[in-house]
């Protein structure tokens, strides 16, 4: 078995938090079922060899899902300030206001975009579009999003550049 399997395997014994999972899911796109496979093995504690078996499943489509959902958990969340999102907004004539209050919600305010989608009566999916269409306009070029499930020791490495990267992106 692989170092990052054995990771993922050891991670997934230790439960999070039903908001951090909340937090996690609104960053990403799932599945309602894999979202419900996912928040089986992380916040009620069932293996992921377990909830395979119940579904069918191989147990590598439920560690996929899992390691996703992982990667997204105690990570430094990117805060935009309202003047980055005004810059992207003029690359975006066309996004409605109603979109942009929504954006702003989820990237400024730092609302859980499952929340912010609920709450205007659309899917996680269109909002994850637009918010992801507009954190492209924000971002300098050659910069670009990265997300993946590692080892604790290289994560840390790797948690250490986005946070330096974060002090000259905000700069």
């Known amino acids: 078995m692989s170092k990052l399997k054995q990771h993922v395997n050891?991670?997934?014994?230790?439960?999070?938090?039903?908001?951090q999972f909340q937090r996690a899911i609104s960053t990403i796109e799932l599945h309602p079922r894999q979202s419900d496979r996912a928040l089986r093995v992380l916040v009620n504690g069932q293996s992921i060899k377990e909830v395979a078996a119940s579904e069918e499943l191989t147990y590598e489509s439920v560690r996929s899902v899992v390691a996703r959902?992982?990667?997204?958990?105690?990570l430094p969340k990117l805060q935009f300030s309202d003047k980055q999102l005004a810059f992207a907004f003029e690359k975006m004539p066309r996004m409605t206001e109603q979109s942009r209050l929504l954006?702003?919600?989820v990237l400024v305010k730092g609302?859980?975009?499952?929340?912010?989608?609920a709450s205007a009566g659309i899917s996680l999916a269109t909002l994850s579009q637009k918010v992801n269409r507009v954190k492209?306009?924000?971002?300098?070029?050659?910069w670009r999003f990265v997300s993946g499930a590692l080892p604790a020791e290289d994560a840390a490495v790797v948690e250490g550049m986005f946070?330096?990267?974060l002090t000259k992106f905000h700069d």
């Open 10 to 19: 050891k991670l997934a014994i230790r439960k999070i938090s039903r908001s």
């Open 69 to 74: 959902v992982l990667a997204q958990v105690d």
């Open 103 to 105: 954006v702003r919600r």
């Open 111 to 117: 609302e859980a975009a499952s929340d912010v989608a």
């Open 136 to 142: 492209e306009a924000i971002l300098p070029v050659g």
């Open 163 to 165: 946070k330096k990267a």
